[in-house]
């Protein structure tokens, strides 16, 4: 995918506009001015681990986050940081984003399917010789008692339905459904944050726009109410929508699940503890 154009438009969610406004001004007028004990931290996010991490350095005079949101989701949740938004334009304009704004470090809180966004940090961060580090919450591990079916993309994890018509729950994120107009012979239950706009073109599709997180007991009656028979989803990790794994596995219902893509190969940790102690020692 080429990258997008560099579009990004900031929102202070958490501090003051006026204080946001003076450390843009700062920021663009003159870097050596600032204070040097302050360490500045880019969390690329569009993820509840980006949003807790924020979170977390909140209210520290040490630190100074901005969180980067792509633009996909209409009505983030609120972010107590600084959140600028939009694609950088390829890793020479994050590489150029972050020289501009004298960023110390680089978060890539980004979801784990996100891959084109976390290759170009790690080219970024080369780049504008920054240290980066992934925060990549562990993927679903396959449990006694689940029966999953593991594909290496959406289109497959269709094809796998199979040519008999089935009741399928559809977790997969709004951007990748149209995938579902191959296989019209199914009955599709489409669960996204966004509506789908357009409707796809199927005979029978049912939507609901909802955000995580997703308990057991609600996805266990989800699951029943609209007899579904299988579950397509992204193995995404993490609690929040684990639910309809752990239902699926109760009910005995089959999970078709897309493994995750390829990420580059830079320092990986799993939990925010990690997190803030790399950033404690920068
Ligand atoms: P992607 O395919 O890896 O990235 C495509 C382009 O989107 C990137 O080249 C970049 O544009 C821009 N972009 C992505 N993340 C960005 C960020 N945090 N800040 C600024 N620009 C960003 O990404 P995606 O899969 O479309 O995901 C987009 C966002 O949604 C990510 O922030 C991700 O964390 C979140 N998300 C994705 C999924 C998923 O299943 N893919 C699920 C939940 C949340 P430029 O090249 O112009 O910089």
């Known amino acids: 995918m ?3 154009s560099p579009m990004p438009t900031m929102d202070s969610h958490g501090p003051p506009d006026a204080w946001s406004g003076a450390m843009e001004r700062d920021s663009a007028l003159d870097v050596s001015k600032r204070d040097v004990s302050t360490r500045r931290i880019l969390i690329l996010g569009g993820t509840t681990e980006a949003r807790l991490l924020a979170e977390r350095l ?21 972010m107590p940081a600084m959140v600028r938004v939009g694609g950088f334009g390829g890793p020479t304009g994050l590489a150029d984003y972050v020289r501009t ?27 504008a010789d920054v240290p980066l580090l992934a925060l990549a919450r562990p993927a679903w591990e396959c449990r006694p008692g689940d029966n999953w079916r593991e594909v290496e993309n959406v289109a497959d994890a269709v094809a796998a339905l199979g040519t008999a018509p089935r009741r399928v729950l559809v ?64 193995n995404g990790g993490g609690e929040a929508t684990y639910g309809k794994i752990a239902a699926a596995r109760a009910l005995g219902i ?11 190969d830079v320092r990986k940790i799993g939990s925010i503890e990690e997190a803030l102690a790399w950033i404690g020692n920068l």
């Open 101 to 127: 704004e004298a960023i110390d470090a680089l978060v890539d809180a980004t979801h784990p399917f996100a891959a084109i966004m976390s290759f170009n940090a790690a080219e970024a961060a080369k780049i």
């Open 58 to 78: 909140a209210g520290r005079d040490d630190i100074t986050v901005t969180v980067s949101l792509a633009g996909r989701t209409r009505n983030p949740l609120d």
């Open 254 to 264: 089959e999970v078709v699940l897309v493994r995750r893509p390829a990420r580059p």
């Open 2 to 4: 080429a990258p997008s």
């Open 171 to 234: 977790a997969l994120g709004r951007n990748e459904v149209a995938a579902l107009e191959a296989a019209p012979q199914h009955s599709y239950l489409v669960r996204s944050v966004d509506p789908v706009e357009p409707g796809l073109r199927l005979d029978d599709v049912r939507y609901i726009v909802a955000r995580g997180p997703f308990p057991e007991d609600d996805e266990r009656e989800l699951l029943e109410r609209h007899a579904i028979d299988a579950v397509l989803a992204k």
